[in-house]
């Protein structure tokens, strides 16, 4: 062997069929001292077996590894160190990796860069990529615009719904329920999506168009399987102003009309104001996590939903004669004409502050004119409808208008020590109602710890619920890609990956 003839030979295997792994890499893999593959799990590896090839599979690395990170990492330094050892008398090894080396390998990457710190002449043989093989079975052009991600980083990645997006490794079923709840944050839920199982495999490939709230439910997936996401329409509302409101309201009023007529939903004929309180407040909820979360796709969806709920208030108010949708139309329309004379009068009112100041005289005005009763900020006026975290915040804030506060925040961490004693004394005395009530005036001496922080104690525990499900997410994942269920795992094991979530964030 020449100086110059590579130790270290990166071979692709291509999509799945061995008919079209190109014949150098054939020959490279038989001339080779030692055969790696990154996994035996794919079907040109059948090939190798057929044609008397001897091979050391490196799966093993994925149960010995605790990140997809620490495993490239084992199988780089392994394959660096069997090279080593043939590098003086020049014996190759081959490397080979499903699809193409360089497309979406990141062992191969890392590879390279050891490979030339290390001195080892290395050569790279390329196939047929996995991508090449899905975009001929969706008979798609990546050249009109398509994003590439992958299934275990798809999360907290930005999407661009107006491009196509392709979704790899989509090993299982447990990887797919976590990329399509993912997907359905920007998508809807009905968005028709394919699925692409075995790419270029003769006899082996399967392509089916779904709803994407679907996917999950194939019992098909497997370690070669990709999900193609189509874009959206974004198509532009012709109305002036590009408001995207091309319908009235009518519409919607017509078909509560029916819903609610003699022929219509027994369900929604049954319901009264009172049984569709817990669903308005739920819809205002979900308003509120969608404009968080940044969606406006999903924050049109959840605002039509709040809208039918104020429709079918309407419906029922109308069926006893009390108002009807055009009356609240029409009554917010004049009350918002009324309160902003800087626009539609004479006022003048140049800051915020200005119009907050008009507004609230304006406001006491008509509930003076309306003979009701101007709120006082009292406890009285807090609405016991309100979650009880707020509610517990605005009731300190009420009392401490007229002086009944802590001067400072160490009086209201004192009080949380005293709670905290009394529902450790409570437990020990095995008295549930006693624990219950205990722990509720511990929460309450927390959210007015928080309040004297400027802390709003709502949007805390939100963010760390948020924060809680984003780790565990996280777990879930690793665990549907190690193919392991987490009720079978220790304690111990669930909390290093739990550190490792932590760490990635």
């Known amino acids: 062997m020449s100086l110059n003839e590579p130790v270290l030979i990166i071979v692709g295997l291509g999509p799945g069929d061995p008919g079209i792994v190109p014949d150098r890499n054939w020959r490279a893999i038989q001339k080779a001292d030692l055969v790696l593959l990154r996994t035996c799990h794919h079907p040109s590896v059948m090939e190798l077996e057929q044609r008397g090839i001897r091979y050391e599979a490196l799966d093993r690395f994925y149960e010995e590894g605790k990140t997809f990170e620490e495993v490239y990492h084992l199988i780089v330094n392994y394959v660096i160190k069997e090279a080593l050892k043939r590098l003086p008398a020049g014996r190759q090894v081959v490397y080979a990796v499903p699809g193409h080396p360089q497309v979406a390998e990141t062992t191969v990457k890392w590879l390279l860069e050891k490979a030339r710190a290390a001195g080892i002449p290395f050569a790279v043989c ?4 996995c991508l090449d093989a899905v975009y001929a079975a969706l008979e798609l052009d990546p050249a009109g615009g398509l994003v590439i991600l992958d299934a275990m980083e798809l999360e907290g990645q930005p ?10 490794q989509v090993y299982n079923r447990a990887i797919a329920s976590e990329v399509k709840l993912t997907l359905m944050d920007s998508y809807p839920d009905e968005h028709l999506v394919i699925v692409v199982r075995g790419a270029g495999i003769p006899d082996g490939e399967k392509v089916r168009e779904l709803p994407l709230y679907e996917v999950d439910r194939l019992e098909w997936i497997d370690y070669l399987t990709t999900l193609y996401v189509p874009p959206l329409d974004n198509t532009p509302s012709t109305l002036p102003g590009g408001c995207g409101c091309r319908f009235p309201l009518d519409p919607l009023v017509e078909l509560m009309d029916t819903l609610r007529g003699d022929n219509g939903c027994p369900w929604d004929r049954q319901q009264t104001h009172m049984s569709l309180k817990k669903y308005l407040l739920e819809e205002a909820y979900e308003v509120a996590e969608a404009i968080e979360s940044g969606e406006m796709h ?22 006893s004669q009390q108002f009807d949708m055009n009356d609240i139309i029409r009554g917010i329309t004049d009350k918002m004409v009324r309160r902003h004379p800087h626009v ?30 101007v709120k006082t900020g009292s406890l009285m006026d807090i609405p016991l409808a309100m979650p009880a975290l707020m509610r517990a915040e605005k009731v300190q804030r009420a009392a401490a208008k007229v002086g009944f506060d802590w001067p400072d925040p160490s009086g209201a961490w004192d009080k949380v020590a005293e709670e905290l004693r009394e529902v450790q004394e409570a437990v020990r005395e095995e008295d549930q109602q006693k624990i219950k009530e205990e722990i509720g005036d511990l929460i309450f001496g927390i959210v007015n710890v928080a309040r004297l922080l400027r802390v709003n104690a709502e949007d805390a525990l939100d963010q760390a619920v948020k924060k809680f499900a984003r780790r565990f997410r ?32």
């Open 298 to 319: 999903n924050l049109c969806e959840e605002l039509g939903d709040l809208l039918l709920q104020v429709v079918f208030h309407a419906k029922l108010a109308s069926e």
């Open 159 to 168: 999407l661009v719904t107006k491009f196509g997006l392709l979704v790899t």
């Open 126 to 129: 390329p196939a047929m990529s």
């Open 344 to 373: 539609f009068g004479e006022a003048k009112a140049d800051t915020p502050a200005q119009v907050k100041v008009n507004w609230d005289k304006i406001k006491a005005a008509e509930k003076k004119q309306a003979g009701i009763a």
């Open 474 to 505: 996280y777990i879930e994942a690793l665990a549907g890609h190690e193919r392991r269920q987490l009720a079978a795992m220790t304690l111990a094991e669930l909390d290093s990956w739990w550190e490792e979530a932590k760490k990635n964030e």
